[in-house]
Nanobody, 126 residues
Framework: QVQLVESGGGLVQPGGSLRLSCAASGFTFDDYGMGWFRQAPGKERVLIAGLRWNGDNIYYSNSIKGRFTISRDNAKSILYLQMNTLKPEDTAIYYC???????????????????WGQGTQVTVSS
């Protein structure tokens, strides 16, 4: 059974940083591309970052490019999202996600993801 457990969210001031983690279990982690989605209040959940099973072919949405970094540790089955220069508009629930098929070449299409964690709240406010 796939389990994705996010942690690391919280309240941070504008310009600050947070590091999200996602502990994965129940599947062969290093066979699957992974991603981070977020859902802001009143908006749909959207893919903001993704990377292939081996850590390359990294995708970032324009809204976070240059500020956030996605990475993975296949030995520990953990996905990370380093978030720097946070803005109030980054306030959202952040979800870790797994692709539905192994060994895909790209990780930039929301339709390729079919499992999500419970989410972690990130609030950027002074």
């Amino acid at each position: 059974q796939v389990q994705l457990v996010e942690s690391g969210g919280g309240l941070v001031q504008p310009g600050g940083s947070l590091r999200l983690s996602c502990a994965a279990s129940g599947f062969t982690f290093d066979d699957y591309g992974m991603g981070w989605f977020r859902q802001a209040p009143g908006k749909e959940r959207v893919l903001i970052a993704g990377l292939r099973w081996n850590g390359d072919n990294i995708y970032y949405s324009n809204s976070i490019k240059g500020r956030f970094t996605i990475s993975r540790d296949n030995a520990k089955s953990i996905l990370y999202l380093q978030m720097n220069t946070l803005k109030p508009e980054d306030t959202a629930i952040y979800y870790c996600a797994k692709q539905q098929r192994p060994l895909l070449v790209l990780a930039n299409d929301e339709r390729d993801f079919n499992s999500w964690g419970q989410g972690t709240q990130v609030t950027v406010s002074s």
